[in-house]
C-alpha cells in the first residue's frame, strides 16, 4: 500500500493567479496520476507523470494549463495556471506501481486531494 | 470510446439490509475494474480489483463480480452499517497503465 499526502488542503484563489498543488508519497512508485472532480461529478484522468520525463496528458489538457512536475519516484506537482471558476474542483493525486514495476494488475491509491475555489 | 454507468445515483436504506450496487460499462475490453470508496475531505479508499481474467473478489462483507462480456459489475454490501455511508465509485482500466475511467458514483447512505 501507499500513504500519499497533498498540499496544500483547500485553497481560495483569484481569477488570473497560477496555484501549484505538491503530492508525496511514503514509498517510490513507478506510476503517478493527477484527476480532476468537478462539483457533483466524478473523477476525470489529467495527466500520468513518469519520473524522468515529460507527462502524457489526456485529450482536453494541455502542458500550458496544467504543467507538471516529477523530480523523483516520491513526488510530484501540478500547477494550474492562469486560473478561472471553471477550474474550481476537487484534485487528487493517486499512485500505482508501489511494487517497484507497473502492472496492469495494480491497486491506485489515491491521496485525500486538493479543494480548489476560483473566485 | 468507453464510458461508465453507475445505477443507482443515491441509495438510502437502513441498518442491516444487504444492498446491490451496479455498474456498467460500454467497451467490454477491459484490463480490470476496481471499486472504490469516497469520503468527504479523505480521497479514494480502494475496496476490491477484479482482474479481467477473474469473475469475482471478495473482502470481509463485500463481494464485487465482473461480468465483461454483458458490461457489468456489481458491488454487493451485506449486512449494511451506517458506516458504509460514503459514495462508491467503479472505474475501468480500459487500455493497460493503470488509466481510469470513473462512473459518477453511488451516494449511500445507511441509516440507524
Known amino acids: 500500500s501507499a500513504v500519499i499526502s497533498q498540499k496544500p488542503s483547500r485553497d481560495i484563489c483569484q481569477r488570473g493567479t497560477s496555484l501549484t498543488i505538491q503530492c508525496q508519497v511514503d514509498?517510490?512508485?513507478?506510476?503517478m496520476f493527477w484527476y480532476r472532480q468537478q462539483p457533483g461529478q466524478s473523477l476525470t484522468l489529467i495527466a500520468t507523470a513518469n519520473q524522468g520525463s515529460e507527462a502524457t496528458y489526456e485529450s482536453g489538457f494541455v502542458i500550458d494549463k496544467f504543467p507538471i512536475s516529477r523530480p523523483n519516484l516520491t513526488f510530484s506537482t501540478l500547477t494550474v495556471s492562469n486560473m478561472s471558476p471553471e477550474d474550481s474542483s476537487i484534485y487528487l493525486c493517486?499512485?500505482?506501481?508501489?511494487?517497484?514495476?507497473?502492472?496492469?494488475?495494480?491497486?491506485?491509491?489515491f491521496g485525500p486531494g486538493t479543494r480548489l475555489t476560483v473566485l | 470510446k468507453q464510458e461508465v454507468t453507475q445505477i443507482p445515483a443515491a441509495l438510502s436504506v437502513p441498518e442491516g439490509e444487504n444492498l446491490v450496487l451496479n455498474c456498467s460499462f460500454t467497451d467490454s475490453a477491459i484490463y480490470n475494474l476496481q471499486w472504490f470508496r469516497q469520503d468527504p475531505g479523505k480521497g479514494l479508499t480502494s475496496l476490491l480489483l477484479?482482474?479481467?481474467?477473474?469473475r469475482e473478489q471478495t473482502s470481509g462483507r463485500l463481494n464485487a463480480s465482473l461480468d465483461k462480456s454483458s458490461g457489468r459489475s456489481t458491488l454487493y454490501i451485506a449486512a449494511s452499517q451506517p458506516g458504509d455511508s460514503a459514495t462508491y465509485l467503479c472505474a475501468v482500466d480500459s487500455g493497460g497503465y493503470n488509466k481510469l475511467i470513473f462512473g459518477a458514483g453511488t451516494r449511500l447512505a445507511v441509516h440507524p
Open positions: 477484479i482482474q479481467s481474467s477473474q
Open positions: 514509498s517510490q512508485v513507478t506510476m
Open positions: 493517486s499512485v500505482a506501481g508501489t511494487s517497484g514495476r507497473a502492472g496492469i494488475w495494480d491497486t491506485q491509491y
